[in-house]
Nanobody, 119 residues
Framework: QVQLVESGGGLVQAGASLRLSCAAT????????LAWFRQAPAKEREFVAR????????YYADSVKGRFTISRDNARSTVNLQMNSLKPEDTAVYYC????????????WGQGTQVTVSS
């Protein structure tokens, strides 16, 4: 089990950039797949990006591909989400999540950080 704490959210204008960070404590960080999800008001939570323990294999939602970059630092037990060319539709609460290697569901979640993009 890991404990996750997000930071870096805020209010920006369309076209700007933000960098979200998620710090993990608890278990062996490199054994976890880390992901970012987001939930906009009155919408279902949706997948944004994930990165495997090797720090190389990454997947993105089509809506953010080419604009967002996920990365991790296993030595510091952190995962980041660099968000460029932000759009108003990126407005949401962003959550960091962890899934132990070999499992399907994300067992651990952060409390979320608000990202608001104005037009």
């Amino acid at each position: 089990q890991v404990q996750l704490v997000e930071s870096g959210g805020g209010l920006v204008q369309a076209g700007a950039s933000l960098r979200l960070s998620c710090a993990a404590t608890g278990s062996t960080f490199s054994r976890y797949t880390l992901a970012w999800f987001r939930q906009a008001p009155a919408k279902e939570r949706e997948f944004v990006a994930r990165i495997l323990g090797d720090g190389i294999t990454r997947y993105y939602a089509d809506s953010v591909k080419g604009r967002f970059t996920i990365s991790r630092d296993n030595a510091r037990s952190t995962v980041n989400l660099q968000m460029n060319s932000l759009k108003p539709e990126d407005t949401a609460v962003y959550y960091c999540a962890a899934r132990l290697l070999g499992t399907v569901n994300y067992q651990d979640w952060g409390q979320g950080t608000q990202v608001t993009v104005s037009s």
